[in-house]
Structure formats: C-alpha cells, structure tokens
C-alpha cells in the first residue's frame, strides 16, 4: 500500500507514464497552472500551500527511494515529482514575498508563464551546478536537488529584474 502510494506520488499520479515525450515540461506546465488554480481561484492561503509542498519535499526522498529500484535507469523520466517541487519554488517564494496585490489576473498568469519558461530554461540548459548535481548524484538526492536549483535560478533571475527594475525603470 505505502509502496503504491509512493510510486503514484513521485509520478504524479501516473502522469508521468501518460505521456511519451517531454514528461518534466508537462509536469512543470501542470504544476504551474495547478498553483495558480489555488491560489487565485480557490484562494488557498499561501502558508497552507507552503506546509504542503514542504511535507511533499521531505516524503519524496523517502518515496523515490523507495520505487528507484522499480526503474531501468538512475534517473527515470517516470519521476516528475522533482519537477513539480522545482516549479514550485518560485511560484511559492513569489507569493510570499509578492504582497502587493495590485497585480490583475492576466499580469499574475504572464509572471507564472515567465517562472514556467525560466524553470524549463534552466532545467533544460543544466548550469552549473546543476550538471554537476545531474552527474554525479544517480540517487534521490540528485533527481530532487538538479531541479531545487533549477527554481533557484528562478529565483534569482526574478530578484535580479526586480531590482534593475526599481533603479532604471
């Protein structure tokens, strides 16, 4: 039952096996649009979707530990939640940190679609170090933590625009 669980969690519930191609694109896609869905149309505080991916982060290592052994190679793209849990880090800190709330709706989904593109970017290209986390570590670890630094990357691109912003514009 606990070994289900954990296989349904760490591909997002099948999603992974769904479709052929690109299977971290369309997680980090749904994971964008899953966020902005709570947040703006079900209003779920923030610090309640924050606990949530916190606990979601912690159990992951345990549960791709645990189904690591089900796949043929070190890091199956079956495994998406990473993608999800990198994705969310921007969108989250973005949030939290994002108390004006003078943003339309529209502005909000542009910004989400920029931390999608930004995410993807920096998965995709793999700067160091993310390669270096990529290569080295074929464990759970290394699955989770390429992508962590991936949405930090976002992160500091988003930081980066904000203050340029505010001292050229």
Known sequence: MVEKFN???ITLFTFGNLTE?????????LTTFFLFSLIYFFNVPILIITITLLIIFVYSFFAIKS???K????????IVIDEFIGQS?????????????SNTLTENLQN??????LFR???????????????KFKNEFGIMFDDI?????????????????????
């Open 21 to 29: 191609k690109h299977k971290g694109t369309w997680a980090s896609l």
């Open 112 to 117: 989400y679609f920029w931390f999608f593109l």
């Open 89 to 101: 880090i921007p969108i989250i800190l973005y949030e939290i940190f994002h108390t004006d709330r």
């Open 149 to 169: 630094l991936a949405g930090i990357y976002v992160v500091l691109c988003l930081v980066l625009f904000m203050v340029g912003k505010s001292y050229y514009f």
């Open 7 to 9: 296989y349904y969690l």
């Open 67 to 69: 189904c690591l052994v």
């Open 121 to 135: 970017l920096f998965d995709g290209l793999k700067p160091f170090p993310i390669d270096y986390i990529d290569k």
């Open 71 to 78: 796949f043929e190679n070190d890091d199956p793209q079956e």
